[in-house]
């Protein structure tokens, strides 16, 4: 009977590993698939006098061949991957929307400032002030294309979390499903539900490339699924539902959260990793900072020229009026707030602009300013009434109505700015290309004196345009409005709002007159100092120009493009070479279940044989007895 035994046990171990390899065959192109191998052992050897005789084999077990720690790689190089592709695809459309030569803002602001140039070349040409007005137009309408591209990004984003967030709830689903089903297996005593564990490894990682997450096995064999600080996805057999939710402050823009907690419960920034995570680091990184950036150019545009057209007269002898308009800074209240309190913002000096946004908070009853991006405590002066407003940053903020414990504002000085740029001006004639002070002197003047034609330095001075009279007194003294003054050559004068300077030796007796500027078809000074203000510093405290300042919004999106490209291309490697990884240790080789089955087979076939001979055996016992 030990012969038989034996055979039969071969027998039937050789048949678990023939449908073992057949369905590793069978699988060999699916996704995920786990190479399972017949894992024998001898059985109990049966103890006589002179020794132990073996009792055959039996299969101790069906088990997947499977490396954890690769698994966790390819999951881990995955997701950082797919954060790194999203990201550079999106960051790939900014940059090359900035840095066309053709569309990008570069080539507008140029021709615009070209086109001052012109005018200031030919004053009194009013085709020229009509190709500026025109090419003012189309620097508008450039920023406002830019902007429109930067809103239909965030639309995108917003339908991307939508649909990450709903793919995400639908694999959680799935891997708590697969838990279930996977103690309640093991909990049959029948060894590792190896088709079971496949598919729940390869929804964990369907997830990765989602999302970033942390995963810890449970004795039961269940896995519980965390993401960002701990938030839990996968708990047993329980699923927790994401949503995209209305932001805090913004209720266009969609952000993370978990469905069970009250609002607003926001995740977002805890994520990471995956194609959501790459949608939320360029929202935050790329396309947040370029629309604040585009908007603070738009504000040093707009305050600067603004600021020395109004120092100007037109054609028809007015003072120059506001060339450009932006709109004031956004101001979002969060839900939630218990109070009633209204917060309103204006931008007072665009040179102190950061490009950040802010957060506002009312707490332990007093006010506190952080950088809504880095979280950093902002110094500020005032109370925020309306005769003490808050002052920070180049913005004055005042506060109407109730304010209670708790309640938090967002306030983005330069967000829309960008888009809500326009031109005032449609009148070629209302470009102000004329001082509206001119300076001369006496026609019956001796000396060698000569004044400048004078500036403007106060245009709200109510005397700016009145005619004054500097009359020298001798050599060393003249008088203006009746005072007397001591002349030094070169040195400054400054009256009523103006300045000139006198070189030369005036004699006594000398006048020189300061009067408006009447007429002044042919006068190019306001327009000369409008058309140097592209490379004049006007924003971060007067060391950026206009063109510095949009050439380094070209260079920080690019910089970033190629750096995430860069890693990416990496990455891609990287996750390239862990799935060979655990690919060359859990995949199905053909050549090798080739060779396995002929092997499983041989050995099928001969413990076959083995029952054979047994028969045999018992067949010729029996005979030899029944005689």
């Known amino acids: 009977m030990s012969l038989l035994s034996n055979s039969v046990s071969g027998l039937l171990a050789a048949q678990r590993q023939l449908s073992t390899t057949g369905h590793n065959i069978s699988n060999v192109n699916t996704e995920g698939y786990s190479r399972q191998r017949v894992d024998q052992s001898t059985r109990q050897a049966q103890g006589f006098g002179d020794g132990f005789v073996g009792q055959g084999t039996q299969v101790s077990g069906i088990n997947r061949v499977f490396d954890q720690f690769l698994s966790d790689q390819l999951q881990n190089a995955t997701s950082a991957f797919e954060e790194l592709d999203t990201f550079t695809n999106l960051a790939q459309r900014v940059d090359n929307l900035l840095a066309d030569s053709d569309a990008g803002l570069t080539p507008s602001l140029q021709a615009f400032f070209n086109a001052v140039q012109e005018v200031a070349d030919d004053p009194a040409s009013i085709s020229a ?35 990450s967030v709903q793919e ?56 519980n699924v965390f993401v960002g600080n701990g938030t839990p996805l996968v708990i047993g057999n329980s699923a927790s539902e994401l949503e995209a939710r209305r932001s805090d402050f913004d209720p266009s823009r969609r952000e993370v959260a978990v469905a069970s907690q009250p609002e607003p419960g926001n995740i977002s920034s805890t994520l990471s990793g995956g194609s959501l995570g ?39 002898g007015e003072l120059g009026e506001a060339f450009f308009s932006v709109p004031d800074p956004t101001v979002l209240t969060r839900r939630g707030n218990e109070g009633d309190a209204e917060l309103e913002a204006v931008v007072t000096d665009a040179q102190d602009l950061t490009g950040g946004d802010y957060r506002l908070r009312f707490v332990n009853g007093d006010w506190q300013i952080n950088r809504a991006d880095t979280g950093e405590l902002v110094n500020f002066t005032g109370d925020g009434s309306a005769a003490d407003p808050f002052v920070f940053d180049g913005m004055e903020v005042v506060v109407d109505g109730t304010v209670e414990e708790g309640d938090a504002f967002q306030i983005q000085p330069t967000r829309s700015a960008g888009g809500g740029l326009a031109r005032e001006i449609n009148d070629p004639r209302a470009v102000a290309a004329a001082a509206p002070i001119v300076a001369g002197p006496g026609d019956d003047n001796l000396g060698t004196g000569s004044i400048s034609l004078g500036e403007v330095v106060d245009i709200d001075d109510p005397d ?7 009359e020298f007194i001798d050599e060393d003294t003249f008088e203006i409005d009746g005072t007397a003054v001591t002349f030094e050559p070169g040195e400054p004068i400054e009256f009523n709002g103006w300045r000139v300077t006198i070189e030369g030796q005036p004699e006594a007796g000398d006048t020189f007159t300061v009067e408006a500027n009447s007429g002044a078809t042919g006068d190019n000074r306001n327009a000369n100092r409008l058309a140097a203000l592209v490379d004049e510093g006007v924003l ?74 047994a028969d045999t055996v018992f067949q010729s016992l029996l005979s030899a007895v029944g005689r």
């Open 540 to 613: 971060d405290g007067g060391q950026t120009s206009l063109q510095d300042a949009v050439g380094e919004l070209v260079a920080d999106v690019a910089t970033k493009t190629s750096q995430s490209q860069s890693n990416r291309d990496a990455q891609q490697t990287l996750r390239d070479q862990a799935r060979e990884s655990l690919e060359s240790v859990s995949g199905v080789n053909l050549d090798e279940e080739a060779a396995n089955l002929m092997r499983f087979q041989q050995a099928y076939q001969a413990s076959a044989q083995s029952i054979r001979v």
């Open 278 to 316: 790459g949608v939320l680091d360029f929202r935050g990184e790329v396309l947040d900072p370029t629309q604040n950036q585009l908007g603070k150019i738009a504000y040093g545009l707009t305050q600067s020229f603004n600021e020395i057209h109004a120092e100007g007269i037109d054609l028809n």
């Open 129 to 163: 002030r009509q190709v500026l007005l025109s090419e003012a137009e189309a620097l508008v309408n450039r920023f406002d294309t830019i902007d429109q591209r930067m809103q239909d990004l965030e639309s995108e984003i917003n339908t991307q979390v939508r649909n």
């Open 464 to 470: 700016l345009l009145d005619t004054v009279e500097i």
């Open 168 to 223: 995400i709830n639908g694999i959680t689903e799935a891997i708590a499903d697969l838990n279930f089903e996977i103690v309640n297996a093991k909990g049959q005593g029948r060894g590792q539900p190896n088709d079971l564990l496949d598919k729940r490894d390869q929804k964990l990682q369907e997830l990765s490339e989602f999302v970033s997450f942390e995963k810890i096995q449970e004795d039961s064999g269940a896995v």
